[in-house]
């Protein structure tokens, strides 16, 4: 009776009802195991939980960037209650998706050859990066509605620290201008991608034509001035 009256108080806080059955909240030991073997299994309960909710909630919002918490407590295949008790708003969700998803990104991106001709390596990274952001624009655009501008970049740190030491060594073999901040030549990196997606977004451009237009676009803006005759 204590565990019904805590789940419909908890429904309440939420929105009223739930109409799944919690996995966690509704789970009661019942073969004699002792405390610390139970707070292991709980734990672990825990931790599949917020896996499935992670992973539903990536390819949901990748699809469908307004999908709300009922329907990833569905696709998780867990209570709502479960839901909010690993994640207390669609924010704080989004925010472990994106980060979640920023991880995936940057594990791809270590595998791309920077090395050599500064602006062969960039049109190779944009291409790899490119594939990551339209893999993922939707939930880009998700994220954009929901998380400040600077919390997005913060998510972005490390996939901009190669496009830094990219633009550095170009600066320093004069294959990259010098005349701008590195800092404004990364910010540009960014702008591009995700004006782009913003541009598919919109439909004003395909899929197809993204990564050419990037890349004709950040390599004229990265070349070295001509100097006026």
């Not at 010098?178 to 541009?199: K, M, N, Q, R």
Request: with cysteine; charged share 25%.
């Amino acid at each position: 009776m204590l565990t019904d009256h805590r789940r419909t108080v908890g429904c309440g806080m939420l929105d009223g009802s739930d109409d799944m059955e919690d996995p966690v909240a509704g789970t009661k030991a019942a073969d004699g195991k002792d405390q610390a073997g139970g707070s292991r299994g709980r734990r672990a309960d825990a931790q599949r939980n917020v896996s499935a909710i992670l992973e539903a909630a990536q390819e949901l919002l990748s699809t469908d960037p307004t999908a709300s918490m009922q329907e990833v407590a569905r696709a998780a295949g867990v209570g709502r209650v479960t839901l909010y008790s690993h994640f207390g708003s669609r924010t704080e969700l989004l925010d472990a998706v994106f980060t979640r998803v920023m991880a995936e990104a940057d594990r791809a991106l270590a595998d791309v050859d920077l090395t050599g001709d500064e602006p062969q390596a960039l049109a190779r990274l944009v291409r790899s990066s490119w594939r990551i952001v339209q893999q993922s624009r939707l939930l880009l655009f998700a994220a954009q509605l929901e998380l400040p501008q600077g919390q997005i970049r913060e998510h972005h740190d490390r996939a901009l620290e190669r496009v830094e030491s990219l633009i550095r060594r170009g600066r320093r073999n004069r294959t990259f201008r010098t005349d701008l901040p590195t800092s404004w030549l990364v910010t540009v990196f960014y702008s591009v991608i995700h004006g782009a997606a913003d541009e598919i977004n919109a439909g004003r451009l395909t899929v197809e034509r993204a990564p050419n237009l990037i890349t004709a676009t950040l390599l004229s803006a990265f070349a070295p001035p001509v100097p006026a005759t």
